[in-house]
């Protein structure tokens, strides 16, 4: 089976960006303990979602590992009352960052 990357958009409800007191020690977590996956906070009507990637054999594979980091970030950082309630997974094109000239 091939490995590929996969790009995770995991949305998390009761968030909001004005709480930075409360999303502040998640970002943090997600950044010192899954690095490798390239974490980033974000915010929609929604809710805040974490932006996650990752090389993996299967998409199942990405979503379950991903999904996991972000509930275990969630718990470490004193949020266990909240949980990602939507997760959109998607392969990451070879040349998504092609140069334009090439």
Do not use: C, N
């Not at 998640?26 to 979602?49: A, N, T």
């Not at 379950?64 to 997974?89: K, M, N």
């Amino acid at each position: 089976m091939t490995i590929m990357e996969y790009r995770a958009w995991i949305t998390v409800p009761g968030l909001p960006l004005a709480a930075e007191d409360r999303w502040g020690p998640l970002i943090r977590h997600l950044e010192r303990e899954y690095d490798e996956y390239g974490p980033i906070l974000g915010w929609e009507p929604e809710g805040s979602h974490i932006v996650l990637s990752m090389d993996a054999r299967s998409e199942a594979i990405a979503a379950r590992d991903l999904f996991h980091a972000v509930v275990e970030s969630l718990r470490a950082s004193g949020l266990e009352e909240l949980y990602p309630t939507h997760v959109e997974i998607e392969p990451v094109r070879a040349d998504a960052f092609a140069s334009a000239a090439a």
